[in-house]
């Protein structure tokens, strides 16, 4: 069973995360320890191959790990919670997928699956979020392939935000986005934040530093697959 | 030479005869420069040498008569179709072997059971002139379309990759994640077969008929026999690409809706 969150206890408790390479000694990242508690803005930053992307994955529950443990609100994670805390910590891939259709059928992907069977989609909110874009209801029924890259990349955060998550994971969203789009998805991420900041939280991966300051109020950098520094 | 029975018996001089033939794919390899000569040579050897071995298996089994031999020689036919299935595969991964032969086991031994003992009622079960071809030819289509399903599935998966992973991300159980890359392969494990059952007996007539043509059994005899052996080639077909996808699926996707992709590997 998948706790709701409770006062002071974090969300998310990362201890010990280390992964190898299959079959060699090399760790590809070792000794991660953080936590996110409800209204945390986290950043993690540091160079290409320093192993931000890998974690943020390992905290998704996507990849298998080989020492190290995860708990949402203080408890382990059966292994038949797996999907349901994935809906809670919802963790968004760079270049994320848009699925054939339009943009309304994308955001509806959430809810054509097996545990939100019968919960409605949330129409008002994905035209809200949408006007908030400043575009106008006819994107709804954009065809996905006629979308732009920066259109897509949004799409895919409209679609993850109707999720109602508690945990954003974010994986370089913004990577290869002009400014303009970047501002946008950047205001998007902090308004949903702030519509329920003692609630909800996100880790931003970003191997841009000032990106990281501007969205996070604590950064952790890492090199290697270690944390080296935390602000 | 007309035989005893209803057919014509071929001297070992006249199948040297019809190896000539193989010549002329010889003299047309060499003057279209298509470099198939070597592998002409070694495929008609092949042919040549395994067939005859099989001819002189076949005929112990079938003077002996008797259920061991039979079980026997229908193993080694399992392993080999198994082992068959995935060498046609262009990606591997760990489990796939054991995936590939132990539903081609499941499935062709039970479709033969149930086609011997409750469909033709051969007595004894057993008897090689029945138990043996059936298999055969169930475990020749079962392979095809065990390895056309295997294949499709990995490659499903890989290519479609950061989808599988998007169902997950978005809460999705593993089965919600895989269920469009076991739909596809699933499909294409069983389009010769559909083919084939489309196509039966307008393009070509399908060997078992034939075999029984020549054997001097009346057509309308060949043509229910042969409409037995299509369906149960279907099913086994079916059975047992559904059950490859479903081994496989177990193997590449774990218990914590994992998708273990850095386990799939590009063959040789």
Request: charged share 15%.
């Amino acid at each position: 069973m998948i706790l709701a969150p409770r006062g002071s206890i974090p969300l998310v408790d990362v201890r010990g995360l280390g992964r190898r390479i299959p079959n060699s000694s090399h760790w590809l990242y070792r000794n991660i320890d953080l936590n996110v508690a409800p209204g945390d803005r986290l950043a993690l930053a540091g160079p290409t191959g320093s192993g931000k992307s890998l974690i943020l994955r390992a905290i998704a529950l996507l990849d298998p790990v080989d020492q190290g443990d995860i708990a949402w609100c203080g408890e382990p994670i059966r292994d038949a919670s797996v999907p349901t805390y994935r809906r809670r910590v919802l963790y968004l891939q760079q270049g994320s997928p848009v699925i054939e259709g339009t943009v309304a059928d994308n955001l509806k992907l959430p809810f054509s699956l097996h545990h939100r069977r019968g919960q409605p989609f949330p129409r008002t909110q994905a035209r809200e979020l949408v006007a908030g874009l400043g575009k106008d209801s006819s994107f709804l029924d954009s065809h996905s392939n006629n979308l732009s890259g920066g259109e897509r990349q949004i799409v895919a955060l409209l679609r993850a935000l109707l999720g109602d998550p508690t945990v954003l994971l974010l994986d370089e969203p913004s990577a290869a986005l002009d400014p303009q789009t970047t501002a946008s998805l950047e205001r998007l991420v902090q308004s949903w934040h702030s519509a329920a900041a003692a609630e909800r939280a996100y880790i931003w991966v970003s191997h841009d530093p000032l990106q990281a300051e501007r969205i996070a109020d604590r950064v952790i950098y890492l090199k290697d697959g270690s944390i080296v520094r935390s602000s | 030479m007309i035989s005893q029975g209803s057919y014509l018996e071929l001297s070992y001089w006249q199948v040297a005869l019809a190896t000539l033939l193989i010549l002329l794919n010889g003299v047309l390899s060499t003057a279209l420069r298509l470099g198939l000569g070597r592998q002409l040579l070694i495929a008609a050897l092949r042919t040549t040498v395994q067939l005859l071995l099989v001819g002189l298996v076949l005929q112990k089994v079938f003077a002996w008569s008797h259920w061991g031999p039979v079980l026997g020689l229908g193993l080694i036919m399992v392993l080999i179709a198994g082992w068959a299935a995935v060498r046609r595969t262009s990606r591997r991964y760990p489990g796939i072997w054991l995936s590939s032969t132990l539903s081609i086991l499941v499935s062709s031994w039970l479709i033969a059971g149930l086609a011997l003992g409750a469909i033709v009622r051969v007595e004894p079960w057993y008897l090689p002139q029945y138990a043996i071809p059936f298999l055969g030819m169930i475990l020749g289509n079962a392979l095809t379309g065990i390895s056309l399903g295997l294949d499709r599935f990995a490659e499903a998966l890989v290519q479609g990759r950061d989808q599988v992973e998007l169902y997950l991300t978005l809460g999705a159980t593993r089965w919600e994640a895989a269920l469009p890359a076991i739909r596809q392969a699933v499909r294409t494990g069983m389009i010769p077969i559909l083919n084939s059952m489309t196509v039966a007996g307008l393009v070509s007539l399908p060997g078992m008929m034939t075999g029984q043509l020549l054997a001097g059994v009346p057509p309308s005899e060949a043509v229910k026999y042969q409409i037995v052996i299509m369906f149960l080639i279907a099913s086994v077909t079916g059975l047992g690409t559904v059950g490859a996808v479903l081994l496989s699926y177990l193997r590449l996707f774990n218990h914590r809706h994992q998708f273990l992709a850095d386990t799939i590997t590009n063959a040789g």
